[in-house]
């Protein structure tokens, strides 16, 4: 069972940055795609980004687009996701996922981490 757990959440004014990490429990992930979703009160989860197991595609969605950077550490059996300029509007649970598949295509996330608060203030 792959356990993924996230961190780097907080508060930051409008501007600021964070790091978010997702830490998984297995070596097994260095083959699944890896996502980024976010959730607010009423609304669906957003895929936000995405990396694909080679870690030579990329996936970001239009409203967060040239703010954010997804990587991963095989090494460390990590994912990030650093977010720059940040905006109230960006203030969410923050939740990363592991597709098994492993390609940006497929968005098979299977396995979920128990989510970051990001609260961005104006």
């Known amino acids: 069972q792959v356990q993924l757990v996230e961190s780097g959440g907080g508060l930051v004014q409008a501007g600021g940055s964070l790091r978010l990490s997702c830490a998984a429990s297995?070596?097994?992930?260095?083959?699944?795609?890896m996502g980024w979703f976010r959730q607010t009160p009423g609304k669906e989860r957003e895929l936000v980004a995405a990396?694909?197991?080679?870690?030579?595609?990329?996936y970001y969605a239009d409203s967060i687009k040239g703010r954010v950077t997804v990587s991963r550490d095989y090494a460390k059996n990590t994912v990030y996701l650093q977010m720059n300029t940040l905006k109230p509007e960006d203030t969410a649970v923050y939740y990363c996922?592991?597709?098994?598949?492993?390609?940006?295509?497929?968005?098979?996330?299977?396995?979920w981490g128990q989510g970051t608060q990001v609260t961005v203030a104006s």
């Open positions: 996922a592991g597709d098994p598949l492993g390609t940006l295509a497929s968005r098979q996330f299977r396995y």
């Open positions: 990396i694909d197991w080679s870690a030579r595609s990329t």
């Open positions: 297995t070596r097994t992930v260095a083959t699944y795609a």
